[in-house]
């Protein structure tokens, strides 16, 4: 009599099956992959959101000197104007955060050493130390118009940013029309 064989349990089969299966291989490692190709999205988008706020603040802060060296003279409400059109420069970024300075630096007839002729600010924005800033951007008899933005920037994934940046930007103007542009 020939021994009758004994087909495997059910389970058995059923790890085999399993242990040779490939099918689920690609969505495993997809879903092994994903957190980290998220990560770097993030990273992209916030970075990139950086790079924008920055640009946006040089923009301004040019367009407020430019604005500013086109006048003869300057008056709080024409300041009140020249902030206003940098706070617009930044949209959509909110201006909460944004901070501006703006000071006009003459240079001595004779001897060309600096001297501030007047300074105003918005949002509690100020020049610190403008006549050290205006060193080497004029001759005696000339001015000059520095106007700095400092635009701090909250995170919007702290995973990639921890901390909030301060960015902060500079730009320096030649009066067109005159030698000084004054404040009344």
């Known amino acids: ?76 409400a024409d300041l009140a104007e020249i902030y206003m059109a940098a706070q617009l420069t930044m949209s959509p970024y909110s201006t909460a955060p944004l901070t501006i300075g703006i000071a006009s630096v003459r240079f001595d007839d004779s001897t060309g050493d600096p001297t501030l002729s007047w300074s105003s600010g918005w949002n509690g924005g100020s020049i610190v130390n403008p006549t050290t800033l205006a060193v080497g951007h004029g001759e005696a008899g000339a001015s000059i118009i520095i106007v700095s933005g400092v635009y701090t920037y909250t995170p919007i994934a702290e995973l990639i940013i921890p901390t909030t940046l301060t960015l902060e930007e500079v730009s320096y103007m030649r009066p067109r029309k005159v030698d000084y542009v004054l404040k009344y």
């Open 1 to 76: 009599m020939m021994p009758k064989l004994i087909s495997p349990p059910p389970f058995h089969q059923a790890v085999v099956r399993f242990a040779h299966n490939e099918r689920g291989v690609a969505a495993t490692e997809f879903a092994m992959v994903l957190p980290f190709l998220l990560l770097l999205l993030m990273g992209i988008i916030e970075f990139s959101n950086v790079m924008s706020v920055e640009q946006k603040l040089l923009n301004a802060m040019q367009s407020a000197a430019d604005l500013i060296g086109q006048k003869t003279d300057v008056t709080d």
